[in-house]
């Protein structure tokens, strides 16, 4: 009988979506040039006017590019790209073309964009010089919070390693002989107000004396420095509402200030260009003008044909989460894909019980006598437990309230 269920999976699931074309979310890992943004959505790289308006797509890969870094000529892009397999830092025209891979090192099994630990060989800036780009990487340390900082030329080459134990976030000085930075890599954990000897602050160090500074020296979170002529510009949730937002450090008064001020969202992954700061906000990208400190809203539109979020029949048979056969034995329970299935032994209908795209349903469990299933779902917005009856004649009841489990 086992056998017939698992042959059973090969059940089929109709996938929805909706096709209306407005103003883009998720929107991730900005950077601006004069007069043109570039960042992640999907996993690919687009670019848009500074300005907003419709943007177009600049990488089609299967795999994820992310953290393009305009050089200071605006002419080139250096990004993270999983172009051949491991996540490595590529090289590319600002406006689009063939992308050049400019290193090779060890796979890791942990390097993802939505790991804790992050993904790896992530570009982090480049040097004034426009010859060299900034990576972070744990080509010798699998611990995520001591990864080191490299720098690799754009006609490629071997890597060579900043004079530095540690390293993550970082900037250079306009002439390039001091480096701001963040010692411990910590932006892809969600430790909220957090206050511990993890929390990170910003060093100077200086390439000619040697010399480390601490600018920040503050018991909260202070990352992604960004140095402007005689400012550093960076992220922290020292505020009173906890939130990550924007502030700057002046190099001559030694003064700290704050410059933007969300309460709802973090202030995410801010990127300097000359003139500006791009940032992510609520899944939305944001341009905050250093001359006048003024920001607002970027509206971007993603208009294309969405191949991967089309209508059409998809099989589940190898995304099962759970399963278990009925309390009878003539029938058996599976989640997959976020929804809740019951599969006949032999003769009779798949039933889909939940059948809820944008919805996610788990960890589903047949009651002992055989009449219901239980489950969870976040369809109220927070995971609540759910029954519904074993056979589909009747709607989904909600069993727990507020978020209480």
Not at 51 to 70: C, D, P, Q, S, Y
Not at 196 to 205: E, L, N, P
Not at 384 to 389: K, T
């Amino acid at each position: 009988m086992n056998r017939l269920f698992i042959l059973s999976v090969s059940m089929v699931l109709i996938v929805n979506s909706a096709f209306a074309q407005s103003e883009a979310r998720l929107l991730r890992f900005p950077a601006i040039a004069e007069g043109q943004i570039v960042f992640t959505y999907a996993g690919d790289i687009y670019s848009v006017r500074s300005i907003g308006g419709v943007a177009r797509k600049l990488t089609n890969h299967e795999g994820f590019e992310m953290f393009a870094r305009f050089s200071p000529d605006g002419k080139h892009l250096a990004f993270t790209g999983q172009y051949d397999g491991n996540t490595e830092v590529y090289l590319m025209p600002a406006g689009g073309g063939v992308p050049q891979r400019l290193t090779y090192t060890a796979t890791l099994e942990r390097d993802d964009v939505s790991d804790r630990m992050g993904p790896n060989n992530i570009v982090m800036t480049w040097k004034k010089d426009g010859k060299h780009i900034i990576f972070r990487s744990r080509m010798r340390s699998f611990n995520s919070f001591n990864g080191q900082l490299y720098a690799v030329s754009k006609s490629s080459g071997l890597a060579d390693e900043l004079p530095l134990p540690r390293g993550g976030f970082c900037s250079f000085s306009p002439d390039d002989k001091k480096l701001a930075y963040n010692r411990i890599f910590r932006e892809f954990r969600t430790w909220k107000r957090y206050r511990g000897g993890m929390a990170d602050d910003i060093w100077i160090y200086d390439f000619e004396t040697k010399r480390i500074d601490n600018i920040t020296n503050n018991p909260a979170q202070d990352i992604i420095p960004m140095w402007k002529s005689d400012k550093i510009f960076f992220l922290s949730d020292r505020d009173e509402n906890k939130r990550m937002n924007l502030f700057v450090y002046d190099l001559n008064s030694k003064q700290t200030k704050k410059i933007t001020n969300f309460t709802d969202f973090d202030v995410k992954f801010p990127s300097l260009g000359k003139r500006a700061i791009v940032f992510e906000n609520g899944g939305y990208i944001y341009r905050f003008d250093i001359e006048s400190e003024k920001y607002e809203k970027v509206v971007i539109y993603i208009q294309e044909d969405f191949s991967g979020s089309r209508s059409g029949l998809v099989s589940v048979a190898d995304n099962v989460t759970n399963y278990e056969i009925g309390p009878d034995g003539k029938r058996a329970l599976f989640g997959a894909r976020g929804d809740v299935f019951t599969v006949p032994a032999k003769h009779g209908a798949i039933r889909n019980l939940t059948n809820s795209p944008g919805i996610h349903e788990r960890n589903s469990k047949w009651s002992t006598n055989g009449r219901w299933i239980a489950y969870i779902s976040d369809a109220s917005g927070e995971d609540e437990i759910y029954i519904v009856p074993q056979d589909g004649g009747a709607q989904a009841k909600q069993i727990t309230r507020n978020a209480e489990t």
